[in-house]
C-alpha cells in the first residue's frame, strides 16, 4: 500500500506541473494576442502654422550679434 502511495504522490506533483505550466502557457498567449478586427489607422495631425521662417530669423539674429560684437 505504501508504494502505490508513493507512486500516485509522483503522479500527482508531475500533474500539478503541467497544470502550472498550460496555465502559464495560456495566460501568455492570451495577453500577446491582438483582435481580429481590422486595424484603423487614424489621419495625420497637421499644422496649421508653418515655421519655415523661424531659421533664416535666428540666423539673421546671429549675424547681426557677430556683427556688433566684432566692432
Known amino acids: 500500500m505504501a508504494k502505490s502511495h508513493v507512486t500516485w504522490l509522483k503522479l500527482e506533483k508531475k500533474m500539478k506541473k503541467i497544470l502550472l505550466a498550460a496555465a502559464f502557457s495560456l495566460a501568455a498567449t492570451s495577453l500577446s494576442a491582438g483582435s481580429m ?3 484603423e489607422m487614424e ?3 497637421v499644422s496649421a502654422s508653418s515655421s519655415s521662417g523661424t531659421p533664416m530669423l535666428i540666423l539673421l539674429a546671429l549675424l547681426i550679434a557677430i556683427g556688433v560684437s566684432a566692432k
Open 37 to 39: 478586427a481590422t486595424p
Open 43 to 45: 489621419e495625420p495631425v
